[in-house]
């Protein structure tokens, strides 16, 4: 496609559903290995969160695209044997799972951490200036004595109140984990991290790998974003990795004389937005997925409400009397559009997924979408091996999906 080309909004949304892997089919029988590693290689990471209500984040936007999996396979990948190992955590849009074949490209930001800077994690920094020796005692200790959970430490210090309220010990690993020194060698429990050193968890080969310029790196992580995105405007570029602002329109800049970037005018869009010149261009999508919350498609409100007309915000982060759709709300794509949401909770003492609410979004028909969508439903269901779906009393798309049962 030429320089300054321009694409209606609706080829805009099929570049951006394929680029994020809805033009393909699900696999014919289970998804293997192979199938979720090409699937966070197209995304570039998994964004984790703690909420399980439904389920962890990071397993949702895999089931979505590929339908009922052995989450087991993503624990393995992730958290397995060092030869097994194929992701990392890190802080990349948020923490996230990354292919490990990444890590290189975010050492600037580790270095960057630990020569306190200032790049973001103001907190972790404060830490390090008022503390450096006692986070160089918690690295010893985890270099002698292996993995280990902050609450492990022997001298962890006090919370400092309740969630966030971290004591010594957890600000400590954290700013390590930040600057690249330790990272999650497993999960445990109720979802807590385990630590260690980051030489003696991700694979050798990795580790091995020569370090590029931070400028190199970051040409290759917007590279990454606009694969995963298809179109996007400098912004959504930047925020996919969290760039910043400088770097960011730098390297654009070279990205697009060197033809790896196309810039584009796309309708109804307020600014200038690159396209991925490998992206493709589906005359017609015809998705089917119930959508996490934390799904790189719509993570970025603005972007949604532009490519879908759908505005959205997560409920658990909103109090209880401003939600307008529930707490956990998936959003339904069909086809090519945000046709449904629907707020879901997976009752695991009852085996139950219950529904708490389901919203039709306007200009579309119950009957229409109730078929697809319980479909999913059960589908989700038996991926989360729960035995049925308790739909709500009220609205036309529960009372249409009541009516199949």
């Not at 707020?343 to 109730?370: F, I, Q, S, Y």
Request: glycine fraction near 8%; proline fraction near 6%; aromatic fraction near 8%.
């Amino acid at each position: 496609m030429p320089r300054g080309a321009r694409l209606s909004n609706a080829q805009a949304r099929r570049i951006a559903l394929a680029a994020q892997g809805f033009a393909a089919a699900r696999p014919p029988g289970p998804a293997n290995a192979g199938h979720l590693k090409r699937t966070v290689d197209r995304l570039g990471l998994l964004q984790i969160d703690s909420v399980n209500v439904l389920a962890r984040a990071h397993y949702l936007p895999l089931f979505s695209r590929l339908g009922a999996y052995d989450s087991g396979l993503l624990d393995r990948l992730a958290w397995g044997p060092r030869g097994q190992r194929a992701l990392f955590e890190f802080w990349a849009h948020e923490a996230s799972l990354l292919p490990v074949a990444s890590q290189p490209l975010l050492r600037w930001r580790m270095q960057r951490a630990r020569d306190n800077d200032g790049d973001g994690k103001g907190k972790l920094h404060q830490f390090r200036r008022q503390k450096a020796r006692y986070i160089d005692e918690v690295l010893r200790e985890i270099a002698d004595r292996g993995p280990l959970a902050a609450s492990e430490l022997s001298r962890p210090g006090e919370r400092r109140g309740a969630w966030w309220g971290w004591n010594d010990g957890k600000l400590a690993v954290e700013w390590l984990f930040f600057a690249g020194l330790v990272t999650t060698a497993t999960r445990r429990g109720s979802f807590e991290r385990v630590y260690d050193l980051t030489e003696r968890v991700l694979p050798a080969t990795v580790s091995a790998r020569p370090t590029p310029s931070p400028e190199d790196a970051q040409r290759d992580l917007l590279r990454q974003s606009a694969r995963a995105l298809g179109v996007a405007t400098e912004r959504e570029l930047r925020d996919y990795f969290r760039l910043g602002v400088a770097d960011t329109r730098a390297r654009l800049a070279e990205l697009v004389e060197a033809g790896d970037l196309v810039p584009v005018e796309v309708e109804g869009w307020s600014h200038a937005a690159y396209l991925d010149p490998a992206a493709r261009q589906p005359r017609r999508v015809e998705a089917r997925a119930l959508l996490a919350p934390f799904d790189p498609l719509i993570w970025e409100r603005n972007r949604a409400h532009r490519l879908f007309d759908f505005f959205y915000r997560i409920g658990i982060y909103t109090p209880a009397a401003q939600r307008t759709h529930g707490y956990y709300v998936l959003p339904f794509l069909l086809g090519e559009s945000l046709v449904a949401r629907v707020d879901l909770k997976a009752d695991r003492a009852n085996r139950r997924l219950l529904v708490h609410a389901a919203h039709l979004e306007p200009g579309h028909a119950a009957g229409a979408v109730a078929a697809p969508l319980h479909d999913e439903l059960r589908l989700m269901a038996t991926w989360l091996g729960l035995d049925d779906i308790v739909l709500p009393p009220r609205g036309p798309l529960a009372k249409a999906m009541a009516r199949m049962r």
